[in-house]
């Protein structure tokens, strides 16, 4: 079952289009990372989904139906942009407005479940003006978890963030698919973050879809290679190509792709009268991986 399942969604302003004909695929059960350039669709898709903003063509399903049947938007939370909290209430305020607004009954019980979730019980009073970035992206958190929702759409909750806030956040979103059967979709191009939690990515473009993949596939793309410096680069790599057949200067490292046998790059080097420095052996990222989509390289 997919929670979320799009085929060729076109949404245009004024005449351009925003999204193109984006197919998307989101497993219950994952942690999506949506991923792409400023301005490549992400915000739009979301808003798309909640019912933010109406459609071109294409369709879009939740859990299966046509996310204009009855009681399936219901089951979707969302922080997208902003929380949309007052500035001058408490959290507590922010969150029982919103419970009144979507109707939940055990209130008091329902704030401290959220709250519990995202480590705010002991900041309940505090206004919402007075919290940090990361407390604010946490109360946005809150308020979309109001009502149990079965997904959780997040546009960027990583964005600004500082290592201790990242690290909360990771703990929560872990937390949130795990002990509470969420799905969530993640969008953010701080690609490192999402790594560490992701079970699925999908790369956006243009308004498009380019490529969808779980982390187990992107693990296997992670290309192993050996890097070193050497003085004379373009040398360097015109006589280690007659060993080995990937060889590219990378970030100011010559790379040798597809190898990890150090000890006979080093010794092939060594042998050709080249001393290399700063050697290592690495991997392919995600960060990597994406940039290489984007400018159109090869990718394996
Ligand atoms: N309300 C709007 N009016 C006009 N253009 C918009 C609007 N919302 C988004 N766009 C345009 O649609 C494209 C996709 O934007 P968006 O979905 O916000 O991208 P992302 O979230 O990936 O940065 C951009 O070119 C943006 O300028
Ligand atoms: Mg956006």
Redesign the pocket.
């Known amino acids: 079952m997919n929670a979320i399942e799009i085929k060729g969604l076109k949404k245009s ?2 005449g ?1 289009y ?1 999204l193109n004909g984006l197919d998307m695929t989101v497993p219950v059960g994952s942690i999506y990372g949506f991923i ?10 979301e808003k798309l989904i909640c019912g933010h903003l109406v459609k071109d063509s294409g369709t879009i399903k939740l859990f299966g139906k046509d996310y204009t049947d009855a009681g399936t938007r219901i089951r979707v939370g969302a922080l997208i942009e902003n929380a949309g909290c007052f500035p001058n209430s408490s959290i507590f305020m922010n969150l029982k407005m919103q419970c009144l607004n979507l109707g939940i009954e055990n209130i008091e019980e329902e704030i401290s479940r959220v709250l519990k979730i995202v480590r705010m019980e002991e900041h309940r009073e505090l206004k919402f003006k007075k919290c940090s970035l990361g407390m604010k992206q946490r109360v946005g958190i809150a308020m979309a978890l109001l009502g149990n929702p079965a997904l959780l759409i997040l ?1 960027e909750p990583i964005n600004g963030l500082d290592t201790d806030g990242m690290k909360i956040m990771r703990e929560i979103l872990v937390e949130i698919t795990q002990d509470y059967n969420c799905t969530v979709l993640i ?1 953010s191009h701080i690609l490192g973050e999402l790594e560490k939690i992701a079970t699925h990515y999908g790369i ?1 473009r243009q ?1 498009k879809m380019i490529q969808e993949l779980t982390a187990k596939e992107m693990e296997s793309r992670a290309r192993v290679f050996v890097s070193f410096k050497v003085a004379e680069p373009e040398k360097a790599i015109l006589i280690l190509k007659k060993k080995y057949s990937n060889v590219r200067e990378e970030l100011g490292f010559v790379r040798v792709y597809d190898e990890e046998d150090v000890d006979g790059v080093v010794k092939y080097l060594i042998d050709n009268n080249i001393i290399p420095s700063e050697i290592n052996k690495n991997k392919v990222g995600l960060e990597e991986y994406y940039i290489e989509l984007m400018t159109n390289k090869e990718v394996k």
């Open positions: 302003f004024r351009m925003a792409g350039e400023n301005g490549s669709g992400k915000s739009t898709t546009d969008s956006i308004g």
